[in-house]
């Protein structure tokens, strides 16, 4: 692939003392999948957020489209975080808002778009996602899958250049969840940047074009599926427990 449209370097998260992220590196070129796998408290949340500045790092450089980003300037900071998009496990919807109005705040107030223009771009967004039906039904009236969408949708208003998404499928019932990963399929095959964290077997095996497996704040393998999973590894054996745990056979 191209070069990096997104890097980061050494980042090191603590709290209260006890180190969660410890010192990792990650690139993404332009339309590149990444998954991170591993254990709970392995740092894969965290790393996400640190990512996103929404934790900020102990340490760590930042660089999108080979540009370095200063984190502690608040117009760099301001400008990154809207060019790297965030998906949340819980949706973080705003409860008191419709669908549209949940993505057209954001338009309106960060990108100061006009009440028409952003109207449009936001039913554009949950048309390609399917739910330019439900769009002034409020987050209590939707199904987690529905909100999840509402949730891509509204990152995608944004036009960011990266998505990070943090098991966005983990709150869902089962019934729901194939909807979300035909969305998330979907944008993989328009070409979206993403770095996702998961414990999707179909995902893991069939979306990435690396797979990056944490453990207790380091990346300790990384590299394809098709050299990852290989028995032996941690990442197979960490898969197989999902098989057992998911009954997925994929």
Known sequence: MGDPILRVENICKSFNGDPIIKGVDVSLAKGEI???IGPSGGGKSTLLQCM???VTPDSGKFWLEEKVVDISNKQQLYS????VGMIFQDFNLFDHLTAID????ALRKVKKMGKKEATA????ELSQVGLADKKYLYPAELSGGQKQRVAIARALAMDPKVLLLDEPTSALDPEVMGEVIDVIRN????GMTMIMAT????????????ILFMDAGYVVEQGTPKALLVPGSRSQGFCDKLDLVTGENR
């Open 199 to 210: 414990h999707q077997i179909n995902l893991i095996r069939t979306l990435a074009d690396e």
């Open 187 to 190: 944008l993989a095959r328009k």
């Open 121 to 124: 771009r936001a039913m554009t």
């Open 80 to 83: 990154y975080r809207q060019q």
């Open 34 to 36: 990444k998954i991170l």
């Open 52 to 54: 996103n500045c929404l």
């Open 102 to 105: 949940n993505l057209t705040i």
